[in-house]
């Protein structure tokens, strides 16, 4: 499914399940940073990917906490974090209904080049190649 139409079917569902609009914006605006954390952690170590990691757990914090200021009000949503990055690492949940927040993670330009750059640490660290070949 291509980004364009999980978006639009992501904002008709948060219609049909009556979330506000202050919700479902700070949804959309900090899930691709959740997104990218959870592709940081499973690609690469604890030095290339604590950035990222870092500003997903700012992003999280900033939806609990309107979730928390939206619930004030009587409602009963629920956030889930988590999962695996292929899908949605971020899930609203509306009553009986669970839906998916769509988010971009990183574009195969920028993979490449935290690759590369996770490949310089290792060499710099270790003077090896990531392939395994030690250097003399």
């Not at 479902?24 to 170590?45: F, H, T, V, Y």
């Not at 993670?105 to 920028?110: N, V």
């Amino acid at each position: 499914m291509s980004m364009a139409r999980w978006r639009r079917e992501f904002l008709v569902q948060c219609g049909r399940a009556g979330v506000p609009e202050a919700l479902r914006d700070r949804l959309l605006r900090d899930a691709p940073a959740i997104q990218r954390a959870a592709e940081a952690e499973c690609n690469w170590r604890e030095e290339i990917s604590a950035p990222f990691v870092k500003r997903g757990e700012a992003a999280e914090r900033r939806i609990l906490r309107t979730v928390a200021d939206v619930n004030a009000y009587g409602s009963a949503f629920r956030v889930e974090f988590g999962g695996d990055p292929r899908g949605a690492t971020v899930k609203l949940h509306a009553g009986d209904r669970e839906i998916g927040v769509p988010a971009a993670g990183f574009t195969a330009a920028a993979m490449e080049r935290l690759d590369a750059a996770a490949e310089r640490f290792w060499r710099r660290l270790y003077g090896i190649r990531l392939a395994g070949a030690v250097r003399p």
